[in-house]
């Protein structure tokens, strides 16, 4: 006999809703949520259901208790600006978050098949690729890759490990300006990577943006993955 599809629990359901409810901004930073007898009512379950949920919400950072006051949202989600001209630093600052980028890994290979493609250089030509953390006020919310090409970018490895930045590293190597070309966004579930990097859940919903950066004369000069923690960041598309 064929199983059918595995169902979500009662209580991860909840939280998914109000993470839901915070990230539309029903409920921002400071907010006392419902209460418990609230909550049991508008979702028909009872109150161990609801605790439990909120014991989720509460290891996820985005929910803290006060004793005998209730449930309160503890942090926003992160505004972040996709456009000609992202810029992660900008982004954050303007958003009125401290941003950080944390470098797990510079290393040079060979591009595989969509790397090159983005890129447009021959399948197997060497690359250097960043892997990073990026993180609003100390809290993660993406992790992700940078591939650049080494031929077209001679020297950009060194410049990446001396400034952790993109656009200074970019700068070094002569790239005095860039903008975005292309932008992908789709809707992925997180793996037991993306989960001990980001502090999530495996299973939990990640947005992941693939996009492609070019020079003023058009020639690509970075292909990025990035995969944004779902409920810690809304993606705003601008010019």
């Not at 595989?112 to 250089?121: N, P, R, W």
């Not at 930045?165 to 997180?190: E, F």
């Not at 779902?230 to 601008?238: A, E, M």
């Amino acid at each position: 006999m064929t199983q059918g599809p595995k169902r979500t629990p009662v209580w991860q359901s909840i939280a998914n809703a109000l993470r839901g409810d915070i990230a539309e901004a029903r409920y921002v930073q400071g907010d006392k949520l419902p209460t418990e007898a609230a909550l049991s009512k508008r979702f028909g379950v009872n109150r161990h259901t609801v605790r439990h949920a909120l014991s989720q919400l509460v290891e996820e950072g985005l929910v803290h208790k006060r004793r005998g006051a209730g449930a309160f949202v503890a942090a926003r989600p992160t505004d972040y600006a996709i456009g000609k001209r992202v810029r992660f630093h900008e982004n954050l600052l303007a958003a009125g978050r401290h941003p950080e980028k944390r470098m797990l890994q510079i290393e040079t290979r060979l591009a595989d098949g969509s790397e090159a493609a983005a890129l447009q250089i021959a399948e197997g030509a060497q690359v250097c690729v960043y892997h990073g953390l990026s993180l609003a006020d100390g809290q993660p919310i993406a992790l992700f890759e940078s591939v650049f090409p080494t031929d077209r970018l001679p020297g950009i490895a060194q410049a990446l490990e001396q400034h952790r930045g993109v656009t200074d590293a970019l700068a070094d190597v002569g790239i005095i300006d860039y903008t975005r070309a292309s932008t992908r966004l789709t809707a992925v579930l997180a793996n037991q990577i993306h989960a001990m990097h980001l502090q999530l859940r495996e299973g939990d919903p990640l947005l992941k943006s693939t996009g492609v950066n070019v020079d003023g004369t058009g020639a690509p000069v970075e292909f990025g993955r990035t995969f944004f923690a779902g409920d810690r960041v809304t993606l705003t598309l601008g010019g």
